[in-house]
């Protein structure tokens, strides 16, 4: 995507509208999130005798992977939620995971089951995925989530989406009839945000590699949300002045020369530890355009392991009968 100005010299804007946009800090909701799970942990144990159980399990020994799910795993122990590992070898075979997901499936101190992504090529991932029980599917990737998803009935909803929901909410951002335009239509991110922001009443446009006018589209948005996976593609063409926007998307940049295209600020990040995290959405122009926007780091990635913890509790909660 040609770019008009390097940031790296600040440029005026003319299409600037503010000077100081609201950041939409998603580490507070993400604390906001995790103190409303104390107490309802405490329920779960005073009815079933136990606390919240969540397995997750972790094919292979993927670096990135394991820091995930640590994280996943502390943050559950902190909260009181009990939580496994499994740790199967890379070179298990989709039949010998079908019998483990299954065996978890049956285990009545397991409420919430996380099979981490990606899986090694050999395994069929979506098979996987459709043998967790549905009411143990934290991750609201099976069928049976998607499709209550999409009728508007309860169900357990994809954590990532549901924290970009919790972030425009606690901010007091309106949603119902307002121009929502999501960039990306994956199951995990692009779908299931488009069908929460219509369950909001908001007017939902979803965007892919083969729409045409891309930035037109995205300029007609009062809420933009980007989830392609591609660093810093979402530029001021794509962004309506006023505009909020929240960037889901996490890439580690490398590159000096692309980390000197993303302003003095991520340079300097770079300079001082050679890579540095940027979102789908290019920081400078997302700040001089944005009414509102979510920072990368800081911003949706936070959400999402406390919108799994809020799962595994809902997941407790019917299975203990504390919900319908
Ligand atoms: P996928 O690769 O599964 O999907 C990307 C989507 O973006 C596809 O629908 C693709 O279109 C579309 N796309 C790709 N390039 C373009 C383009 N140039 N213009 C328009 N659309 C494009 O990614 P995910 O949905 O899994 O993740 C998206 C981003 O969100 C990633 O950066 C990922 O790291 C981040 N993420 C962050 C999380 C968090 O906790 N904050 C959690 C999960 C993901 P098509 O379908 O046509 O190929």
Wanted: include cysteine; charged fraction near 20%; hydrophobic fraction near 40%.
């Amino acid at each position: 995507m040609p770019r008009k100005a390097p940031h790296s010299t600040p440029q005026p804007n003319p299409r600037k509208i503010k000077e100081v946009a609201q950041i939409l800090d998603g580490n507070k909701v993400r604390d906001q999130i995790l103190d409303e799970c104390r107490p309802r942990i405490q329920r779960v144990i005073d009815r079933s005798g136990r606390p919240p159980g969540l397995a997750v399990v972790l094919v292979g020994a993927d670096p990135a992977s394991q820091v995930y799910v640590r994280n996943k795993t502390k943050t559950a122990e902190s909260l009181g939620i009990y939580g496994e590992t499994i740790t199967p070898d890379a070179s298990i075979t989709t039949d010998a995971l079908l019998q483990l997901v299954r065996a978890l499936n049956l285990r009545p101190e397991i409420d919430g089951i996380l099979v981490q992504l990606p899986l090694p090529a050999h395994i069929d991932s979506r098979q996987i995925l459709n043998a967790v029980a549905p009411e143990k599917d934290v991750d609201g990737f099976h069928p049976v989530n998607a499709g209550l998803l999409s009728i508007g009935a309860p169900g357990l909803r994809p954590c990532t989406p549901s924290g970009v929901i919790e972030i425009l909410k606690r901010h007091q951002i309106p949603m119902a009839g307002r121009n929502a335009v999501v960039v990306g239509r994956s199951n995990i991110v692009g779908k299931p945000m488009a069908m929460l922001l219509l369950e909001e009443n908001a007017t939902v446009t979803i965007c892919h590699s083969r729409t045409a006018d891309l930035p037109a589209v995205c300029r007609t948005a009062d809420i933009l949300v980007a989830a392609i996976g591609r660093p810093a593609a979402i530029t001021a063409d794509h962004i309506q002045p006023g505009a909020v926007v929240i960037d889901v998307g996490i890439n580690a940049v490398t590159d000096r020369a692309k980390a000197e295209t993303l302003g003095p600020t991520k340079l300097a990040a770079f300079d001082k530890r050679g890579t540095v995290l940027v979102g789908d959405v290019h920081p400078v122009d997302m700040a001089e355009l944005a009414s509102a926007h979510t920072p990368v780091p800081g911003g949706v990635g936070p959400l999402t392991i406390a919108l799994l913890m809020r799962n595994t509790i809902e997941a407790a909660e019917r299975r203990v009968g504390l919900r319908s």
